[in-house]
């Protein structure tokens, strides 16, 4: 039976991240935890875990009211969420690494919250009929201020310069002009004893980092960005901006403020008291929660081509390294495609050209023809999408059907069967090549 929402306050079951669980629990909700690692509720070893398996993992009549998913900077590892018919949500994090992807993410959940307000524009392009939000990042502990403050300024982030090859550099030359230390590991070790926080950003997002170091009581000189920062706090009142990827900026800056710590302590306090105003983890938990109590009861009318994608980033993630974790995964990609096909979801070239490659490789790996099924159950219902055919076109080749090659070569050029031939062998082997669509 379904749960009387007006009765009890809703079981959420909360996917890649623990966010939000204490704060949801104090509400009066259920909260089970899934995912990579031991600090979840359900401890997830294998892509393609399901939402009935985790179902059956906590209980056998147990059914959530709704599945909130967490951004992790990846595909989502879980199968049957949009067969489910569970309202669903989801946080997209790192839209300025994965806008398109989240875009097209957006069609399958009932509400979507984005971290980098600069994107959503952008996702909408994606996906017209998603509902999406801006929701920002928040300070995800509390920590008390210390007035023993052992640095003029410091950072604390990764360094890596295959990941940041900009970060090291303006770190350099800013060591130069002024006093700062640079630090990895635990912000919380460095941030209350520091006059000042340096940001630097990956692609001018507004990152943990703002609210983390606004928390600790300390002075944040950070880029001066979009993404809602200047929306949420203001300029020399609760934190200090530089020019991005100015070093010399931020170093004159330091040193004004180092010069005078009254001034210093105030946009501190000041900036430390907005975030405990409104930049918590419950400010975000009520959110979030009252768009639940909007939407239980409300299934999302099942979409299933962008799980297709999801899981044809998985297997070409996997293809190197894990070639039977890239399997499960195609495979997972061509039940959602057939799902697709059947719900008369529109394939677009980029949608084809994700499929395509998870049949050249899957039919490859497994010696059959699997995923060949798939395509041409495709081509029926889009018999004019080039790409499609060229595939077709090249598998007749393969098998020595010359027949049945040249018809179908036709319906792309007629007379010009020898150049259909050789620019379906080159576009199968650049789709090998290729990792997705370009």
């Given at each position: 039976m379904d749960r009387d929402s007006t009765l009890q306050l809703p079981t959420i079951l909360m996917l890649n991240q623990t966010w939000f669980t204490k704060e949801f629990k104090e509400i009066g909700c259920r909260v089970v935890t899934a995912g990579f690692g031991k600090h979840f509720d359900l401890n997830i070893s294998h892509y393609g875990t399901s939402i009935d398996e985790l179902c059956q993992m906590v209980s056998e009549d147990f059914r959530p009211d709704l599945i909130l998913i967490h951004d992790n900077s990846g595909p989502i590892a879980f199968t049957g969420i949009p067969e489910s018919r569970i309202p669903s949500i989801f946080y997209s994090v790192d839209a300025h690494h994965h806008w398109h992807f989240h875009g097209l993410l957006a069609a399958s959940f009932n509400h979507v919250y984005v971290a980098q307000k600069d994107y959503i524009d952008q996702m909408k392009e994606v996906c017209p009929e998603g509902s999406i939000e801006w929701l920002p990042l928040w300070a995800p502990i509390y920590i008390e201020p210390s007035r023993d403050k052992k640095y003029?300024?410091?950072?604390?982030?990764?360094?890596?310069?295959?990941?940041?090859?900009?970060?090291?550099?303006?770190?350099?030359?800013?060591?130069?002009?002024?006093?700062?230390?640079?630090?990895?590991?635990?912000?919380?070790?460095?941030?209350?004893?520091?006059?000042?926080?340096?940001?630097?950003?990956?692609?001018?997002?507004?990152?943990?980092?703002?609210?983390?170091?606004?928390?600790?009581?300390?002075?944040?000189?950070?880029?001066?960005?979009?993404?809602?920062?200047?929306?949420?706090?203001?300029?020399?009142?609760?934190?200090?901006?530089?020019?991005?990827?100015?070093?010399?900026?931020?170093?004159?800056?330091?040193?004004?403020?180092?010069?005078?710590?009254?001034?210093?302590?105030?946009?501190?306090?000041?900036?430390?008291?907005?975030?405990?105003?409104?930049?918590?983890?419950?400010?975000?938990?009520?959110?979030?929660?009252?768009?639940?109590?909007?939407?239980?009861?409300?299934?999302?009318?099942?979409?299933?081509?962008?799980?297709?994608?999801?899981?044809?980033?998985?297997?070409?993630?996997?293809?190197?390294?894990?070639?039977?974790?890239?399997?499960?995964?195609?495979?997972?990609?061509?039940?959602?495609?057939?799902?697709?096909?059947?719900?008369?979801?529109?394939?677009?070239q980029e949608s084809c050209l994700y499929l395509l490659r998870t049949v050249c490789r899957f039919d490859m790996l497994t010696g059959k023809n699997h995923g060949e099924t798939v395509i041409r159950e495709l081509h029926q219902s889009f018999p004019e999408e080039r790409l499609l055919t060229l595939y077709l076109v090249r598998s007749h080749l393969n098998r020595g059907e010359q027949a049945q090659a040249l018809q179908l070569a036709n319906k792309i050029a007629p007379q010009s069967e020898d150049v259909i031939f050789s620019a379906a062998e080159k576009f199968v082997a650049e789709i090998l090549d290729a990792k997705g669509p370009s």
């Open positions: 003029q300024a410091c950072f604390v982030g990764n360094m890596d310069p295959k990941l940041h090859p900009e970060r090291g550099k303006f770190f350099k030359e800013l060591k130069k002009q002024a006093s700062i230390e640079v630090f990895e590991g635990s912000y919380s070790k460095y941030f209350p004893f520091s006059q000042c926080v340096v940001n630097q950003t990956v692609r001018e997002d507004l990152n943990f980092r703002v609210f983390e170091a606004m928390m600790c009581g300390t002075l944040l000189l950070t880029e001066k960005t979009g993404n809602g920062l200047l929306e949420l706090f203001e300029d020399g009142v609760d934190l200090v901006t530089y020019q991005r990827a100015n070093p010399q900026d931020a170093a004159e800056k330091i040193n004004s403020f180092v010069k005078n710590p009254l001034q210093t302590i105030r946009i501190a306090t000041t900036g430390r008291e907005k975030v405990l105003q409104n930049h918590l983890p419950q400010h975000r938990a009520k959110k979030i929660f009252e768009k639940i109590q909007a939407i239980i009861g409300q299934p999302k009318t099942a979409t299933y081509l962008p799980w297709m994608i999801n899981f044809a980033m998985i297997g070409s993630g996997f293809d190197d390294s894990y070639p039977e974790g890239a399997l499960v995964a195609w495979r997972h990609s061509l039940n959602y495609a057939k799902l697709a096909i059947e719900n008369g979801e529109p394939f677009d």
